[in-house]
């Protein structure tokens, strides 16, 4: 049996070459003997630039592997949100500039996410409450489906808020979206407040909307 | 001559320096470039060709691992909002008679703390019933396919991925006569 080639989560030793490996090359001329002495510093010196070269790219592999921390992340605090234009469920053009002045929560979710059903509540709760101070929620469906499977979940959960097929263009805009929820706070200027990977608590959520009301 | 020498002396470890940091950095770029959809599934390893007799049925036993803190949702989910795992399989030589799927667990999570909800942890391991063939070129054959999940932590879900599967089959000898 075989996996693909996918990464399995908890990083797996030995998948790289030994030193031994490494180092086991085509045999030499005999005439290179008198200079093979200094070679054993070269290799090593060489394998030591290839380990440092090596564990770099592995950190930065590894920091891209597991992006997802729970509760507010810093990267792309405070800078404007990426702006997209999508459908809604109902086929109308949506811009997320067009929100400015608002407060917006943006939260990537989808049908089949159960965390993503537990925050769907809080947020019609939060925009009845908040909608009159200027309090806009839009959910963005991530469903290969699209419309189709996002609408009727819609209408059973009675989501009274903006709902838009969201795609992999939106999510890379906000450096990628590994999982779901996802959820960021837009202030009034159109920055990005706060993001938060995974499920929250509601007051957290809430106390992050309500200092920007 | 001594030009040579110093070429080779210089050749050596420059060579096994390029052939040790290419083959490093294909299986460490290789895997960073995977890093935006990690697999949370694998076929676990050690797994045997399996026997088969001609003409007769014969069960294949697929054995995964599922990464230490995750799950996927049960073949029949709680909800049906919840995407399924199943198994495919893609081979045509053989007739899948059946698949049966291991017993889920019920478990909460922090997400579902009140509902427990039917899921696969740890290593699961999903037996196929085949018919095989009268005959087959050679006598062996490659059973092919894919297991179609959707993973979650504690916490949050990922989008639906699937991890290729491979079993090697024999066909017993009476097969070619």
Same mark, same amino acid.
Not at chain 2, 64 to 79: C, D, L, R, V
């Given at each position: 049996?075989?996996?693909?080639?996918?990464?399995?989560?908890?990083?797996? #030793?030995?998948?790289?070459?030994?030193?031994?490996? #490494?180092?086991?090359?085509?045999?030499?001329?005999?005439?290179?003997?008198?200079?093979?002495?200094?070679?054993? =510093?070269?290799?090593?010196?060489?394998?030591?630039?290839?380990?440092?070269?090596?564990?770099?790219? #592995?950190?930065?592999?590894?920091?891209?592997?597991?992006?997802?921390?729970?509760?507010? #992340?810093?990267?792309? =605090?405070?800078? !404007?949100? !990426?702006?997209?234009?999508?459908? &809604?469920?109902?086929?109308?053009?949506?811009?997320?500039?067009?929100?400015?002045?608002?407060?917006?929560?943006?939260?990537?979710?989808?049908?089949?996410?159960? !965390?993503?059903?537990?925050?769907?509540?809080?947020?019609?709760?939060?925009?009845?409450?908040?909608?009159?101070?200027?309090?806009?929620?839009?959910?963005?469906?991530? &469903?290969?489906?699209?419309?189709?499977?996002?609408? !009727?979940?819609?209408?059973?959960?009675?989501?009274?808020?903006?709902?838009?097929?969201?795609?992999?263009?939106?999510?890379?805009?906000?450096?990628?979206?590994?999982?779901?929820?996802?959820?960021?706070?837009?202030?009034?200027?159109?920055?990005?407040?706060?993001?938060?990977?995974?499920?929250?608590?509601?007051?957290?959520?809430?106390?992050?909307?309500?200092?920007?009301? | 001559?001594?030009?040579?020498?110093?070429?080779?002396?210089?050749?050596?470890?420059?060579?096994?320096?390029? *052939?040790?940091?290419?083959?490093?950095?294909?299986?460490?770029?290789?895997?960073?470039?995977?890093?935006?959809?990690?697999?949370?599934?694998?076929? *676990?390893?050690?797994?045997? @060709?399996?026997?088969?007799?001609?003409?007769?049925?014969?069960?294949?036993?697929?054995?995964?691992?599922?990464?230490?803190?995750?799950?996927?949702?049960?073949?029949?989910?709680?909800?049906?909002?919840?995407?399924?795992?199943? %198994?495919?399989?893609?081979?045509?030589?053989?007739?899948?008679?059946?698949?049966?799927? @291991?017993?889920?667990?019920?478990?909460?999570?922090?997400?579902?703390?009140?509902?427990?909800?039917?899921?696969?942890?740890?290593?699961?391991?999903?037996?196929?019933?085949?018919?095989?063939?009268?005959?087959? @070129?050679?006598?062996?054959?490659? %059973?092919?396919?894919?297991?179609?999940?959707?993973?979650?932590?504690?916490?949050?879900?990922?989008?639906?991925?699937?991890?290729?599967?491979?079993?090697?089959?024999? %066909?017993?000898?009476?097969?070619?006569?």
């Amino acid at each position: 049996m075989s996996n693909d080639t996918s990464q399995f989560p908890p990083q797996e #030793a030995g998948t790289e070459p030994s030193i031994e490996q #490494a180092v086991a090359g085509a045999s030499e001329p005999a005439e290179a003997e008198a200079p093979r002495r200094g070679r054993p =510093l070269l290799t090593l010196a060489i394998i030591l630039v290839a380990a440092v070269v090596l564990i770099g790219l #592995a950190h930065r592999y590894a920091s891209r592997q597991v992006p997802i921390s729970t509760g507010p #992340a810093g990267e792309g =605090l405070g800078q !404007p949100a !990426p702006d997209f234009m999508v459908k &809604d469920i109902r086929g109308n053009t949506f811009k997320l500039s067009e929100l400015k002045g608002r407060v917006v929560i943006l939260d990537f979710w989808a049908t089949w996410c159960q !965390p993503c059903k537990i925050e769907i509540p809080w947020f019609v709760d939060m925009y009845n409450r908040y909608k009159a101070q200027g309090l806009e929620v839009v959910g963005v469906a991530m &469903d290969d489906e699209g419309a189709e499977v996002v609408k !009727p979940f819609v209408e059973r959960y009675r989501m009274n808020y903006k709902v838009v097929i969201g795609n992999e263009k939106i999510t890379d805009l906000f450096g990628g979206i590994y999982g779901l929820p996802t959820t960021f706070i837009i202030d009034r200027e159109g920055k990005i407040h706060s993001r938060h990977i995974g499920l929250v608590s509601r007051e957290t959520l809430e106390q992050a909307v309500k200092k920007l009301l | 001559m001594t030009g040579y020498r110093l070429q080779a002396a210089g050749c050596g470890p420059l060579r096994r320096f390029c *052939a040790f940091f290419l083959a490093c950095a294909v299986v460490v770029t290789g895997a960073w470039a995977q890093g935006a959809r990690p697999s949370y599934v694998k076929v *676990a390893p050690g797994a045997t @060709p399996v026997k088969a007799a001609p003409g007769q049925a014969f069960e294949v036993p697929a054995k995964f691992q599922i990464a230490s803190g995750y799950h996927i949702n049960a073949e029949k989910p709680t909800f049906d909002y919840l995407i399924p795992t199943r %198994l495919e399989w893609t081979t045509k030589d053989f007739k899948l008679i059946g698949i049966e799927y @291991p017993k889920p667990e019920q478990a909460t999570f922090s997400f579902s703390p009140d509902t427990k909800l039917a899921v696969y942890q740890g290593t699961i391991t999903i037996r196929s019933r085949f018919q095989a063939p009268r005959a087959l @070129p050679g006598g062996k054959a490659a %059973l092919g396919g894919k297991l179609h999940y959707q993973a979650c932590d504690d916490k949050m879900c990922y989008p639906p991925a699937s991890a290729a599967v491979e079993v090697p089959v024999e %066909l017993g000898k009476k097969a070619r006569e």
